[in-house]
């Protein structure tokens, strides 16, 4: 397979893992509400990041040197992966940190109080 396909393919398989991810979380918006699309993005990103990397690597060749031998460069597509993979990991750690800071907000305030 030439290279244009190779990073065609390489682009491709997290595209269609993004694709499938946003529709699932539109049908999750419709049937439950708005309460849950930011743990969603999360996971799009955190999945789309993670698609991305892994196609990366099992499906771009490495690159050849003029002398013969092969670069250690990172490609581009596995960096970019990984980079949205860890913007998902940071959104759910501040999700987290959000979700428990509340928490304990309202158990100090007393288990009844809704606000």
């Not at 049937?31 to 099992?58: D, F, K, Q, T």
């Amino acid at each position: 397979m030439p290279d244009t396909g190779l990073t065609l393919l390489a682009f491709g398989i997290p595209a269609i893992a993004v694709i499938l991810l946003l529709a699932a979380t539109v049908l999750t918006v419709r049937v439950r509400g708005w309460r849950r699309p930011y743990w969603a993005c999360c996971a799009i990103l955190i999945a789309g990041g993670g698609a991305g990397a892994a196609s990366a690597l099992c499906c771009l060749p490495p690159t050849v040197l003029p002398d013969g031998s092969i670069s250690g460069e990172m490609p581009l597509t596995f960096g970019a992966g990984l980079t949205l993979a860890f913007m998902g990991c940071g959104g759910a750690l501040l999700g987290l940190i959000f979700v428990v800071g509340r928490a304990r907000r309202r158990q100090r305030r007393g288990a009844n109080w809704r606000g």
